[in-house]
Structure formats: structure tokens, C-alpha cells
């Protein structure tokens, strides 16, 4: 029996991957969670088979949650769910340790295959996403520039865009306000931009964040 673990901060999400898993006689949802910080007290207590989890949630995101259930659990499998396009947050994510990746328009089609696929130890992506995967990490040149930000620049980059202060995303973040603006100014010379009003405008135009 392959147990799972689901986080997503939406009822009606999760009720709607229950019930996809529901028809396969090998699968069970042995555990749910509306946050991230709530998914990591569940794998710190129960063991699972593979845990999906959404990118973006209230509190801590998908990549954050990730990198501490890898640190407690460092060989569970991990599925991202999205409701993004690949070529915005999947490489990142694999990177940061993801077994794979898929859109919530696409679980319908592909999760079932996706949770036997890493469950038994493999990776589940698109042949379009290993491309861009294999042309990312072979330093072909395609990156876009947020793709060359730490996870928690990319984090402040978003809540940057989302037009939240410095101060306010310091006091989300539980760090400085210091803090927070020296990430600020490595976004800004990393993607040499010179303003919150570029950030805001590249953001809106790659389609990083729902604005």
C-alpha cells in the first residue's frame, strides 16, 4: 500500500486528489494538511510512502516545507503541485529536490502515474520539463533571470511584487528589516534592476505570481 501525504491550503483541492487516489486499490491518503508547518508535524509523527505538495500556501511555501521534510525525511518523494506552467517553477523545484512536478490542470491525467513513478524510486517529469531541465543544468544559457535567485530571494522577489513593504515582509519572514533589504538589493544587482517597480513589472510579465 502506497500511503500519501497531500498539503494544500484548499479544501476542495484536496478533497479532489482524494478522490482520484480513491479508485486505486494499492493507494491510501493516510494524511492531509491545510499548511506546510502542519505537513511537517504529520511526517515528524507517521511514516509515508510520498507526500504531494502545493507550491504556494499561506504561511510556508511548497519549496520551504520541501527543504524541511528533507532535512527530517531526506529520502521521501515528493511531488509538487502547481497551477503554474512548468517552464515558471519546475526547475527550481527539482532542483531544490522534488521527484517531480505537475500542474493541477494535468493531475487529473497524470497523478496516479506520477505518485507509482516516484514511489518506486524515479523521478516524474515532462519530456518537455527534462529538456528544460537538462538545458538548465548544462549551463545552456536559457535561464530566465529569476531562475539564477537563492529559493528566498525568489521568495522576496514574489512578496516584493505582491507589493508588500520591506517591514511587512520582514515581520512574514520573522527576519530584519536590514535583512530583508540586503536580499532586496541582491535581487535588484542579480537581474540589474533598479527599482520594486521592475521587479513588479518582470514579475507580472513572466507570469510569476497571480497579481
Same mark, same amino acid.
Given at each position: 500500500?502506497?500511503?500519501?501525504?497531500?498539503?494544500?491550503?484548499?479544501?476542495?483541492? +484536496?478533497?479532489? &486528489?482524494?478522490?482520484?487516489?480513491?479508485?486505486?486499490?494499492?493507494?491510501?491518503?493516510?494524511?492531509?494538511?491545510?499548511?506546510?508547518?502542519?505537513?511537517?508535524?504529520?511526517?515528524?509523527?507517521?511514516?509515508?510512502?510520498?507526500? !504531494? &505538495?502545493? !507550491?504556494?500556501?499561506?504561511?510556508?511555501?511548497?519549496?520551504?516545507?520541501?527543504?524541511?521534510?528533507?532535512?527530517?525525511?531526506?529520502?521521501?518523494?515528493?511531488?509538487?503541485?502547481?497551477?503554474?506552467?512548468?517552464?515558471?517553477?519546475?526547475?527550481?523545484?527539482?532542483?531544490?529536490?522534488?521527484?517531480?512536478?505537475?500542474?493541477?490542470?494535468?493531475?487529473?491525467?497524470?497523478?496516479?502515474?506520477?505518485?507509482? +513513478?516516484?514511489?518506486?524510486?524515479?523521478?516524474?517529469?515532462?519530456?518537455?520539463?527534462?529538456?528544460?531541465?537538462?538545458?538548465?543544468?548544462?549551463?545552456?544559457?536559457?535561464?530566465?533571470?529569476?531562475?539564477?535567485?537563492?529559493?528566498?530571494?525568489?521568495?522576496? &522577489?514574489?512578496?516584493?511584487?505582491?507589493?508588500?513593504?520591506?517591514?511587512?515582509?520582514?515581520?512574514?519572514?520573522? !527576519?530584519?528589516?536590514?535583512?530583508?533589504?540586503?536580499?532586496?538589493?541582491?535581487?535588484?544587482?542579480?537581474?540589474?534592476?533598479?527599482?520594486?517597480?521592475?521587479?513588479?513589472?518582470?514579475?507580472?510579465?513572466?507570469?510569476?505570481?497571480?497579481?
Amino acid at each position: 500500500m502506497i500511503r500519501i501525504a497531500i498539503a494544500d491550503d484548499h479544501d476542495i483541492v +484536496r478533497a479532489g &486528489l482524494k478522490q482520484i487516489i480513491a479508485d486505486e486499490e494499492d493507494m491510501e491518503v493516510a494524511g492531509e494538511s491545510n499548511s506546510g508547518e502542519k505537513l511537517l508535524e504529520l511526517i515528524k509523527k507517521h511514516d509515508y510512502d510520498v507526500v !504531494l &505538495l502545493d !507550491l504556494k500556501m499561506s504561511g510556508m511555501n511548497g519549496i520551504e516545507a520541501m527543504k524541511h521534510i528533507k532535512a527530517i525525511k531526506p529520502s521521501l518523494p515528493i511531488i509538487i503541485l502547481s497551477m503554474h506552467a512548468e517552464d515558471q517553477y519546475a526547475v527550481r523545484t527539482i532542483k531544490a529536490g522534488a521527484s517531480g512536478y505537475i500542474t493541477k490542470e494535468t493531475a487529473v491525467e497524470n497523478l496516479i502515474s506520477a505518485i507509482r +513513478r516516484v514511489a518506486a524510486g524515479g523521478k516524474y517529469i515532462s519530456p518537455t520539463l527534462a529538456e528544460t531541465l537538462a538545458e538548465s543544468l548544462a549551463g545552456g544559457g536559457s535561464d530566465l533571470p529569476h531562475e539564477n535567485l537563492t529559493d528566498r530571494e525568489f521568495q522576496v &522577489l514574489c512578496m516584493i511584487a505582491s507589493g508588500k513593504t520591506v517591514s511587512e515582509i520582514g515581520a512574514e519572514l520573522f !527576519l530584519s528589516v536590514k535583512t530583508i533589504s540586503t536580499y532586496r538589493q541582491r535581487i535588484l544587482e542579480k537581474m540589474n534592476m533598479k527599482n520594486n517597480s521592475e521587479i513588479t513589472h518582470y514579475v507580472i510579465k513572466n507570469n510569476i505570481l497571480d497579481i
